[in-house]
């Protein structure tokens, strides 16, 4: 019998993109972000995550790329370029 593997969801935003299971935001302009792009175009399982899950674990992609993140606690700041880094929900 098959055993059924966890997903993991890779969350897709405006201004970057999100895994979970504790990994950080990551806007699109930094090489974390394209490092793991990169893979996932080519047709590879991201490095950046074999570390933790070595035997690799099924994506499942959540297109939200018609909202911006917002980092928790930052309300109202704006990094590099006006690019919004902040709020509050």
Do not use: W
């Amino acid at each position: 019998m098959f055993k059924k593997l966890d997903e993991v969801k890779i969350y897709f935003y405006k201004n970057g993109l999100m895994i979970e299971g504790g990994f950080p935001f990551a806007p699109y302009h930094c090489k974390e972000a394209q490092s793991m792009l990169s893979d996932i175009l080519d047709g590879y399982f991201p490095y950046d995550l074999k570390t933790k899950y070595p035997e690799g674990v099924p994506l499942r992609p959540v297109d939200l790329t018609d909202e911006m993140y917002i980092i928790p606690g930052t309300a109202g700041i704006h990094g590099k370029n006006g690019v919004l880094v902040g709020g509050t929900e």
